[in-house]
DNA sequence: ATGAAAGCGCTAACAT
DNA sequence: ATGTTAGCGCTTTCAT
């Protein structure tokens, strides 16, 4: 009886001997279906794989008993065996500022994006939450060969760990503003055209003097502050200095900027922010302040999250391509992986006009 | 010289002879890191792993060295060796009617919370999106060895799908409303409780005809449509049959309710929606009828997802705790994993009274 | 068409 | 305090 002859445990070391090993059913494995359907491991093992040395039947008894007992090959051992990866790191990060509350509807959909399209590819996704600051361990996903990869959602301050990181050869994608001098792989919106097209849109309404909310420190802000600037050279409009506001991507935050903005005596007619939430804060501030939308201010936001549509007023804004976003940031990693060259991505970003910045 | 012995490269079979092959450096691993060192792989993977019995000197080189050359232990083979895995599978299920749209935001953040509590307790997380129904396949997971347990993001309609996972020992926890006969570990909010001071919340407002916006079909709706009834009950005052409002979570096919009912001729001064998107998306739907909230119509949502309070007006909403759900959730995991005994948890439900609910 | 055996990268018992 | 060696669960060459 050639196949029994393993059939005695015979587990080296570690706890095997321990209280509780009793209770859990020592997990099944190959041998264990090996034995079991009465051929060898390596028959096991083709069959289990379709490959087409095995006769039809034996792949046949195998499969079926692999399925009955909920038999599945063991994940780490195989990848071990096979030198092959198909796990995408995805780090969301985190600033120490804002006590880890996940930032923005649009991060969170998009990697709901991001999960479905590596579905779509047979990868997996294995998400974390670094600090921003220390956004350079997100490597060690990929030296520890956890990860094939590693997309990060969003760029933060964090472009020198970034460019570092691509620089020893992390395969590399980020969700963010293509900028000059930068050795990772970005997908992102145009930032820039979406900025002047939601400020044109503005000043065809006639509004003359039009605040900016958002962080321009942070790259995609700063570039769609750039749109804004354009379309008033373009216009020949000069944009009123005070009517820039810092705020971060914090709906809390935001709400005490625009209330300062509100009580302040600059006066404003349009807003065009850097998000849909601190677009949707401003205008739920200028509300309270009996200020009406679109009629005594008008607004603009951007990424057209979910939302956006069913705010009411409904909000204009600049819609990202969530669904896109998440296809091209995974097929860009993948040809990284694969020592194709990934150039940087712009998705369109268009102008999706709706009630809270009708003429009026 | 013991340590040069094994320098020549070794590897058997598989691709090493592509062309590909001279491109990628080959990866870095213990025995490089060992014979860098000049001690023996023993020695640098206790060194690694803080062991007490390598000296200080040794323990300190070899970490340094690794560290300058950003070596990490590989995961996968260390699990394999260690048996041990610190990888939580998350299923976010979708429903093929709503084409794979990521669900609600609630939902979006409950990852966010988990992901949070996951990495706070040094564990990584797998998500995956699933078929609503092929459930059962989350179990693959488990089987492969490539989590330790799963985390199910929603009931859904799959009572009895979960039910058989967790007849069949996966470690299981869900998120959703605790049931009848249930096998696997629930954690949820307290649904029926949750319902019922929202309802009492208007009735005590003097609203007499309150509809109810939800999916009786899916457990948690219905529990929370249970509170409604019990409101009423207790006030004596009869629910309206033709006000019990039948839509999924979608904002879009609510949003077609909404306006069969508000364009129908069943008068109605008050709405308890089974989540914020709802609400929200009743209240959009409402004032563009030209019907004023809260004057006309109060509305009292379910979830408090970070824009129900800068909604315009603010959002009367029942909050789930999400912080503490992804703990409770990953906790529990834990629990059953370790062999403790999880019991289903309910977390407490409270009224979050906003705007939308104001007495006028 | 099937089996025996080597080894993926690592750790820990068992040597010294 | 360090090294030798077996083996985690699997796949694949090499032999039959």
New interface residues.
Partial sequence: MPHSKKSAPKRTD?GAATV?SS???Q?LQLADIARLAGVSMSTASRALSNNPLVSEKTRGRVAELARSL????????Q??R??Q?T?VG?V?P?SQSLR?K?SD?FF??L???I??AL?DRGK??????VREDHLASA??LY????ALGVIVIGQWHQHDQLNALAA??VPLVVWGAHLPQQLYCTVGSDNVEGGRVATQHLLDAGRKRIAFLGDISEPEAAQRYDGYLKAHAACGVKPVDKLRISTSFD?DEA?VEIAKLVGGRTKFDGIFAASD?IA??A??AL??AGLRVPQDVSVVGFDDI??AR???P?LSTIRQPIDEAGEAMVDALLDIVA?RKAVPRQLPAVLIQRESSLPG
């Fill in positions: 570690s509780v209770v859990r059913p997990r909920n038999y599945t090959v063991n994940a780490g051992a990848s071990l096979l030198r990866n796990t995805v969301l985190y880890r996940v509807p969170l959909a990697i709901g994006s999960a479905t579905t997996e996704m294995l998400l974390t939450r490597g060690q030296d520890a060969g956890r020893r050869q709906a709400r939430v949707m804060t205008i739920s509300m309270q979910e939302m069913h705010y009411h409904s020592g």
